[in-house]
């Protein structure tokens, strides 16, 4: 009788584990995956107020591509458009919006943000979260 119950037992136990893993993975790719996309500039550029956040799937491609190594100030407006007044990020020169973060939980939002030297190239860029 023992062994029947410590069988049935381990059964459930395998299912609720297994629906709760499911669940998980589940929300994980309704809330928060994001697909990677190659860095496409004119979606890049009609992309801030959408709802699909396309630069999320962009900016990986976009950061590893090193595209904006070296570039001038005007090189980086005519590949990323001008980036629009924000208070987030202030020592910064170019902040660009991306989207919620990527992630279960999404409270915050995604950054590109990009330092220029003092010959106005680009010296330092990189993905922050506010």
Request: hydrophobic fraction near 40%; charged fraction near 30%; aromatic fraction near 12%.
């Amino acid at each position: 009788m023992k062994l029947i119950n410590k069988r049935s037992l381990s059964g459930c136990l395998v299912v609720i584990i297994l629906l709760v893993g499911t669940a998980l993975a589940w929300a994980s790719f309704e809330f928060g995956y994001m697909p990677r996309a190659s860095f496409d500039v004119d979606k890049w550029k009609l992309s801030e107020d959408t709802k699909s956040h396309p630069r999320l799937t962009m900016v990986d491609s976009l950061i590893e591509s090193g595209l904006l190594d070296g570039k001038s100030r005007e090189d980086v407006f005519t590949l990323l458009g001008h980036p629009p007044e924000t208070g987030y990020f202030r020592d910064w020169d170019a902040v660009y919006w991306l989207g919620p973060e990527r992630g279960f939980i999404r409270i915050d939002s995604e950054w590109l943000v990009i330092r220029f030297d003092d010959a106005g190239r680009v010296s330092e860029y990189q993905l922050m979260r506010d």
